[in-house]
């Protein structure tokens, strides 16, 4: 049996960490719920009557305006993605060369190479957690935006993989560009996944 704090958790949990008023959306319906049930209907009927929660979470963020994340401002959230993520790895390859340079004249090359193969994979890998978990990377925490489905509600983890495969396959750049063209400032990734990048506002509720 459904009990109303589950049916709220998934109501809530299609909508992204940083969507405005989240938490008070979940008080209200529960609220709603409560004073339903207090007046005699049971409680089966009110959920149902309330409907499927992705459905429901759709028509609360319907009322939520998505204002597209200008490009300067996702650029300089993927910059700081990127050196959280590279600082490391730099890290890696020097202490590895030092170990290994001096004694295999090709580890250098070797070691460019799978950085440069590795590098973007593990990147993509990492955001498309992070995006599929939370809406944001930590860049995009910092910037103030954060990745949703096109109707506001939280992506899947299919869709954080498709807006991520122009980076496991090297052509991001490619990609970007339909940004700079788009009325929605979206990838072409982007578009085929139906996510998109908004920005978040400043009274945004967890």
Same mark, same amino acid.
Request: glycine share 8%; charged share 20%; proline share 5%.
């Given at each position: 049996?459904?009990?109303?704090?589950?049916?709220?958790?998934?109501?809530?949990?299609?909508? +992204?960490?940083?969507?405005?008023?989240?938490?008070?959306?979940?008080?209200?319906?529960?609220?709603?719920?409560?004073?339903?049930?207090?007046?005699?209907? +049971?409680?089966?009927?009110?959920?149902?009557?309330?409907?499927? +929660?992705?459905?429901?979470?759709?028509?609360?963020?319907?009322?939520?305006?998505?204002?597209?994340?200008?490009?300067?401002? *996702?650029?300089?959230?993927?910059?700081?993605?990127?050196?959280?993520?590279?600082?490391?790895?730099?890290?890696?390859?020097?202490?590895?060369?030092?170990?290994?340079?001096?004694?295999?004249?090709?580890?250098?090359?070797?070691?460019?190479?799978?950085?440069?193969?590795?590098? +973007?994979?593990? #990147?993509?890998?990492?955001?498309?957690?992070?995006?599929?978990?939370?809406?944001?990377?930590?860049?995009? *925490?910092?910037?103030?935006?954060?990745?949703?489905?096109?109707?506001?509600?939280?992506?899947?983890?299919?869709?954080?993989?498709?807006?991520?495969?122009?980076? #496991?396959?090297?052509?991001?750049?490619?990609?970007?560009? #339909?940004?700079?063209?788009?009325?929605?400032?979206?990838?072409?990734?982007?578009?085929?996944?139906?996510?998109?990048?908004?920005?978040?506002?400043?009274?945004?509720?967890?």
């Amino acid at each position: 049996m459904t009990t109303a704090d589950d049916y709220i958790t998934r109501v809530v949990g299609h909508m +992204p960490g940083a969507t405005p008023l989240r938490a008070q959306i979940a008080t209200e319906l529960r609220s709603h719920i409560t004073e339903r049930v207090a007046n005699g209907q +049971p409680l089966d009927d009110v959920l149902r009557h309330l409907g499927d +929660p992705a459905t429901l979470a759709e028509s609360y963020l319907a009322e939520v305006p998505l204002i597209p994340a200008s490009f300067w401002r *996702r650029a300089a959230a993927k910059l700081v993605d990127i050196l959280i993520v590279l600082a490391p790895i730099l890290a890696l390859v020097a202490v590895a060369w030092r170990a290994i340079g001096t004694v295999n004249g090709f580890a250098f090359p070797i070691l460019v190479g799978s950085t440069a193969i590795g590098g +973007p994979l593990l #990147f993509g890998i990492l955001t498309a957690i992070a995006e599929c978990r939370t809406g944001q990377t930590i860049g995009k *925490r910092l910037l103030g935006i954060r990745v949703v489905r096109e109707s506001g509600a939280r992506i899947s983890a299919g869709q954080a993989i498709v807006r991520q495969l122009p980076m #496991f396959l090297q052509i991001y750049w490619i990609d970007v560009l #339909f940004s700079l063209a788009t009325d929605k400032a979206q990838r072409a990734f982007e578009m085929l996944s139906k996510t998109r990048v908004v920005r978040v506002e400043p009274d945004a509720g967890r």
